[in-house]
């Protein structure tokens, strides 16, 4: 069963992190449904050693690619650790667009590794850029969002499930960190009508990080898209009745009819629930 996606037509998206991954493949699945996107990141094609990165993608390639959708796009350099940029950033997409209904906590910093190994610096960078970073751009939105109508606050993150992580668990504090303030937000922002969730896939999703940082094979990756289809099924609901949710892609796509996930999977058979089980190891499918 095909998913019925949303018409998003004149509403705006911001959506930190979106130079490639997760967050290109939402920003792009959202301008496919006729949304406009603002795409920011730290990637950019002005910087002046650009050439010499070897990641690919910047916030203007998104961007284009956005606009090819036929939707208006902008891309905004920002550091989601910096109060002013993420408020100055607020401010240029909201004069930009006169709304931005969607605000989309994505971009996120890894390092696996136990408490012993992690130096305190590397600690500081994932608190800053995951925890700090949601704070910082959910604040940035919260006086408009609650003015807009059909208005959204999303973060990619997972479910709160567990009080311990051992061997990741400077990670695990700063995605939990994630979803806490969100599903807070869910209650702080109860009388507006803002729909705040958290999304999170079951399995690895095929990124660079995940092959940078050797997180399986390609047996147990799915592509962004089912991320990005997790975000537009949640974009079909009410956002005045659906909020203060933490959701498993699968969960939720099986909730709207999908029952087969192959076109998702990198290769035959589905891939193990690594994700899942990263912050809560007694996750198993449904039988």
């Not at 603002?38 to 990637?43: A, D, E, I, L, R």
């Not at 667009?97 to 190994?117: C, L, P, R, T, Y």
């Not at 479910?159 to 990741?168: H, N």
């Not at 709207?256 to 990263?278: C, I, K, R």
């Amino acid at each position: 069963m095909a998913l019925e996606k949303p018409d998003l037509s004149g509403q705006t998206a911001f959506i930190t992190g979106t130079t490639r991954g997760i967050g290109k493949a939402i920003a792009l699945a959202l301008a496919e449904q006729g949304c406009n996107v603002v795409s920011t990141g730290k990637t950019s094609e002005a910087d002046d050693d650009t050439n010499d990165r070897d990641l690919e993608g910047t916030i203007e390639q998104t961007a284009r690619e956005a606009r090819d959708l036929g939707v208006d796009a902008m891309p905004i350099q920002v550091n989601v650790r910096e109060e002013r940029e993420v408020e100055a950033a607020a401010e240029r997409a909201i004069d930009e667009f006169g709304e931005v209904n969607i605000v989309i906590n994505n971009a996120s910093a890894i390092q696996i590794a136990n408490v012993e190994d992690l130096p305190a610096n590397r600690f500081d960078l994932l608190t800053d850029v995951n925890v700090r970073g949601t704070h910082l751009t959910s604040r940035a939105f919260l006086d408009h969002l609650k003015e807009v109508e059909d208005s959204w606050l999303l973060t990619n993150a997972p479910p709160v499930t567990v009080d311990r992580a051992p061997g990741e668990a400077p990670y695990a504090w700063s995605k939990l960190g994630m979803t806490f303030l969100t599903l807070s937000l869910a209650s702080e922002l109860g009388n507006h009508d803002v729909g705040c969730n958290a999304f999170w896939p079951v399995t690895a999703i095929d990124t660079r990080a995940t092959r940078y940082f050797g997180l399986g094979t390609e047996d147990d990756w799915r592509t962004p898209d089912i991320v990005a289809d997790t975000v537009l099924e949640i974009l079909a609901r009410d956002p005045a009745e659906y909020t203060g949710n933490a959701v498993y892609d699968e969960e939720l796509l099986r909730e709207a009819g999908l029952e087969d996930f192959a076109e998702y999977n990198l290769t035959e058979g589905d891939p193990a629930p690594m994700s899942a089980q990263m912050f809560d190891p007694e996750f198993n499918r449904p039988a």
